[in-house]
């Protein structure tokens, strides 16, 4: 009796230990925590913008995204028209960083 008594016990001990197993791994998997520092990078790099520049291409004004050689946009209006200064400036590429931006610059460059 007394060794069917140990034995029972020993059971209890053991499934006791993995039922508090269970609630400890279910409990981590569902703890809410804080990202990492490489996670937090990883995350504000994905949400950057694409950079804009407009520029131009062909002759005429061109609005271009991130590094690609071809425009997201041409404008029907020739650079050539331009001042040196300007023409200048949109050949090496202005950096645009908002749509109201853009649409003065092109005011300013058609007007």
């Given at each position: ?74 404008y ?19 950096e ?14 058609m007007?």
């Open positions: 009796m007394e060794h069917s008594l140990s034995i029972t016990a020993a059971a209890l001990i053991t499934v006791m230990a993995l039922v508090s197993g269970i609630f400890a791994v279910n409990g981590y998997l569902n703890e809410k925590t804080e990202p990492s520092d490489a996670e937090v990078t990883s995350v504000s790099e994905e949400s950057k913008p694409e950079k804009l520049l407009l520029g131009i291409y062909e002759g005429k004004l061109a609005l271009f995204i991130g590094e690609s050689p071809y425009p997201n946009e041409i029907d209006f020739l650079t050539r028209t331009l001042p040196p200064e300007d023409q200048k400036r949109l050949s090496e590429g202005i645009i960083f908002s749509k109201e931006e853009l649409r003065l610059l092109l005011e300013d460059f007007s």
